[in-house]
């Protein structure tokens, strides 16, 4: 299984292969537990992609927002007001982090997704989509 520490080496990759000219290298938050108050989420108010992990601190699901949605929206999205979770995706996944992105660069997201998804390969994310799609 993946961990933080594959994210950040994925992302690394990333950065190398692909990198961004003028913008700063493509870089993961700290973790955060989504039942902790919204306005400690780091870049809650940004576009990007965000990585859930089980509590086992395995990469469970890679996620991106839309270019409308911020990150704290589409993170809370998955749980209710109180950090129950909504659905199967969520059930074991409260940990995770985030890699934002300049609003002007939100549609890098579905690129930084995949990215993650074919390098980490985690178990809720199948072919490339969430599993809910």
């Known amino acids: 299984m993946s961990s933080v520490t594959d994210v950040e ?3 690394a990759e990333m950065n190398q292969k692909y990198p961004r000219p003028g913008l700063e290298p493509l870089a993961i938050s700290r973790r955060c537990n989504v039942l902790d108050v919204t306005d400690q989420w780091p870049d809650a108010e940004k576009p990007g992609v965000y ?17 409308s949605q911020h990150l704290g929206r589409r993170i809370r999205h998955y749980f209710d007001a109180v950090g129950v979770p909504k659905n199967w995706q969520s ?3 409260t940990n995770f982090v985030v890699v934002a992105l300049p609003r002007e660069h939100a549609f890098e997201a579905g690129a930084i997704e995949e990215f ?18």
């Open 51 to 67: 990585v859930f992990f089980s509590e086992s601190g395995d990469v469970e699901y890679v996620g991106k927002t839309s270019c």
């Open 91 to 93: 059930e074991r996944s």
């Open 9 to 11: 080496r994925c992302l």
């Open 116 to 133: 993650l998804i074919q390098g980490l390969n985690p178990p809720r994310n199948k072919n490339g989509l969430s599993a809910s799609e």
